[in-house]
């Protein structure tokens, strides 16, 4: 339901010996939202996705999930010299479901093939995942995640290794399936143009959080703080940007 909160983080503090990772953290997500969580390298994005999953030990605060979360980690090549098949990879996203000494059935196997045609790439089955290109093993990665049917899907720098062309059609994707599955994203992203583009919300990021707002009202100045002095880089060619704000 539209305006039900599915997340909450209240006062996350997070610190490595005398160094502060991440200061009084608070936000809330709302079901079928699609947010961006944007800010410069080192800002804490990783580490707050890590509180958000369980993944993190000794924060102080509160996370708050109410729903199943389904990860879609960095990009690690190192998976994809590992000699298996689209299909058997997708079929592993159903593990954490069936526990590990059980076998799959036909139903199983329907619902591979089902995540593969709903990602577009139903006719890759058979390859192994080491011969796909950038785009094509990231909607691999995507429907091993949705397997568990999660109920907000986290993902964080889902760009990388992706051609522009493939960006946007990912993006594409992601906004279809949110629609289709209700699903709610939030999507860790260095590519500020897409995360306008396709995104409902911003949250910026740079150890606290400087800003959380609809797409449309996040200005210039917001993106200032947290970028700068890298902000001229970032909006060029924002169209948004340049057509609300006049810069
Ligand atoms: N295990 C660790 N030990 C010490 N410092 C760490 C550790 N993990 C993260 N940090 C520091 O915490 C800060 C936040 O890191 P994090 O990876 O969350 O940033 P990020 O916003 O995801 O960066 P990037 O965009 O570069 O991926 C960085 O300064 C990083 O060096």
Not at 57 to 64: A, P, S, T
Request: hydrophobic residues 40%; aromatic residues 8%.
């Amino acid at each position: 339901m539209p305006g039900d909160v599915i997340l909450r983080v209240e006062n996350l503090n997070y610190s490595i010996g005398r160094n502060q990772i991440l200061k009084n953290i608070s936000f809330e997500i709302n079901r079928g939202e699609f947010v961006g969580l944007i800010g410069p390298n080192g800002a804490g994005k990783s580490t707050l996705i890590r509180a958000i999953i369980g993944e993190l030990e000794g924060f102080q605060g509160k996370v708050e999930v109410k729903g199943k979360i389904g990860y879609l980690p960095q990009q690690n090549n190192f998976e994809r010299d590992f000699p298996i098949t689209v299909r058997d990879t997708v079929a592993m996203g159903l593990y954490k479901n069936k526990g590990p000494f059980k076998f799959f059935n036909k139903a199983d196997w329907k619902k591979v093939r089902n995540l593969l045609e709903m990602v577009g790439v139903a006719e890759l089955s058979d390859r192994r995942i080491g011969v796909l290109s950038g785009g094509e093993y990231q909607r691999v990665m995507l429907a091993r995640a949705l397997a568990t049917d999660p109920e907000i899907l986290i993902l964080d720098e889902p760009e990388a290794g992706i051609d522009e062309m493939g960006k946007t059609s990912f993006y594409k994707l992601l906004n279809e399936l949110k629609k289709e599955i209700e699903l709610t994203l939030l999507m860790v992203s260095h590519d500020i143009g897409l995360v306008f583009d396709a995104c409902d919300r911003i949250m910026c990021l740079n150890k606290t959080l400087h800003c959380h707002k609809s797409t449309q009202e996040v200005s210039p100045e917001d993106l200032r703080v947290i970028f700068s002095p890298d902000f001229d880089l970032l909006i060029r060619g924002k169209d948004h940007l340049h057509k609300e704000h006049e810069l």
